[in-house]
C-alpha cells in the first residue's frame, strides 16, 4: 500500500518511513503543506498521516479544505493530547488521530484498522471467494490449506483485495506499491504479478486475471 506521510521533524518522519517499510509499504514524505499538495496531484495514496503543526499552516485546515473532493482515509498525527483538539481534528475529516509521542506498533495498527474500516471489514481477514486473506499474518488460507506470502507479495495482493472486481492497470500498481524513490518499470510489475500468479496457482479458485490492453484483476471461483 502506498501512503503519503506529512510531517516536518525529519528524524520522525525518517523513522515512520523505515517502521512502515519493513511491512513492505511504499512511503512519500512530504515536509510541508505545498510539497503534501504537489503529492496529492501527482499520486493516489491508500492512507495519509497528517501532522497538524507544519511550517506553512496548520494540517486540519488543510485536511478541511480538501476533504470535500478527497476520499483517502487520514490519520491525524499530534503532539496536542486535549479532547478540544482531537474533536477538532475528527470533525475536520480525519478518520482516526494518534498523539505524540507514540509507540510504532500502535501507529501501525490504527492505519491497519483506518483501511480495515473504509474496505468495510472489523477484521482482518479479506474474504477472496472461497479464500481468506490476511494481510497482517501474510497468510492464504483455503480450508486446511495454509500458504505464507512474502512481504511484495502481501502487498501486492492486498492491493488488488482492496480493489474487488476492478480492473487496475500497471501504472496504478505501480502506484500503489511503489513511492516516488523507486526506479520501477512497467515490466517490473509485471514480473511481480508473475510470481504472485504462480505461488496463488490452484489456491481455492484464487486467481489474477490478465485484461489484455487494460490491466489486472482478482478473479475467484466457487469452492
Known amino acids: ?15 515512520i518511513v523505515k517502521r512502515l517499510a519493513l511491512d513492505g509499504h511504499a512511503i512519500d514524505h512530504a515536509g510541508t ?29 488543510f485536511l478541511s479544505a480538501k476533504r470535500a473532493h478527497l476520499e483517502t482515509p487520514v490519520i491525524v498525527l499530534t503532539a496536542r493530547a486535549q479532547v478540544s483538539d482531537r474533536v477538532s481534528a475528527l470533525d475536520q475529516g480525519a478518520d482516526d488521530y494518534i498523539t505524540k509521542p507514540f509507540d510504532f506498533s500502535e501507529l ?51 492491493i488488488f483485495a482492496r480493489h474487488p472486481g ?27 504479478v508473475g510470481r504472485l500468479r504462480r505461488r496463488i496457482d490452484g489456491m481455492g479458485g484464487l486467481r489474477i486475471e490478465t485484461v489484455r490492453g487494460l490491466g489486472y484483476r482478482v478473479d475467484t471461483d466457487a469452492g
Open 33 to 61: 503543506l505545498a510539497e503534501a499538495e504537489d503529492c496529492l496531484v501527482a499520486a493516489t495514496y491508500d492512507l495519509i498521516l497528517l501532522d497538524v503543526t507544519l511550517p506553512d499552516g496548520d494540517g486540519r485546515d
Open 108 to 158: 501501525e495498527a490504527r492505519c491497519r484498522a483506518v483501511l480495515r474500516r473504509r474496505g468495510g471489514s472489523a477484521r482482518n481477514q479479506i474474504a477472496l471467494g472461497a479464500v481468506l486473506f490476511d494481510p497482517l499474518a501474510g497468510t492464504l488460507q483455503h480450508g486446511d490449506t495454509t500458504l505464507d506470502l512474502r512481504n511484495r507479495e502481501i502487498r501486492l495482493l492486498e
Open 1 to 15: 500500500m502506498r501512503y503519503l506521510l506529512v510531517e516536518d521533524n525529519a528524524e520522525l518522519a525518517e523513522s
Open 166 to 192: 476492478q480492473i487496475l492497470s500497471k501504472s496504478q500498481v505501480m502506484d500503489h506499491l511503489f513511492s516516488y524513490e523507486a526506479e520501477v518499470t512497467e515490466n517490473a510489475i509485471e514480473v511481480y
